[in-house]
């Protein structure tokens, strides 16, 4: 068999784990979901949304792509299939929270910000970072703009995760969902060597960290 040994392993794992320990969960899942959140999280390896929120089958529901984006609503024709999961997720399975995470070392933030000054970084990268593209700039051209690399990277990944959700405002189904007040839209961002989550302010768009400790 051709399937990747550390794959197989996995599965094992799960057939004589989680599956056996939890089979009755997963014979009632099969009837249908009805998860409360999806989190648009991005594609990146270290960024699982289900490793930080502890999230089982059935939980979450979640879109990954790439540097966490939402596009803002088209009515062009072509594979939206972000707008596709953001449709399902509210008019299909009503979600109440949507979460829009990004993370540090984002490289598809990396991407957005060398595409301002430099060659292409890939046939499909370049334009779906450029959902960035705007926020980016202005950022750029703010003389209070940070010099250091890092700093700059991190107040990339925070405006991106804005961006996002004033892209998704954009969607007549979210702005319906939010008028209505069945839906809510919040910013988070994850730091990985930390393994720290922070929140979005709604109004000043500042990240705090989540504090656990005093719960
Ligand atoms: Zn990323």
Redesign the pocket.
Known sequence: MSMPLNLKEGYRQFRTGRYTHEVERYLKLAQGQKPKAMIIG???SR?DPATIFSAGPGELFVVRN???LAPPYEETPGYHGTSAALEFAIEGLGIEDVVVM??S?????QAALTAATAQPVGRFIRPWVEIMAAARDEMLRDPNCPADPDERQYLMESLAVGVSIQNLKTFPFIQKALAEGRLRIHGARFSIAAGELEWRDPDTGVFEKVDVAAD
């Open positions: 991005c594609a990146d960024v790439v540097a966490a990004g993370h070392y984002c490289g598809g933030v």
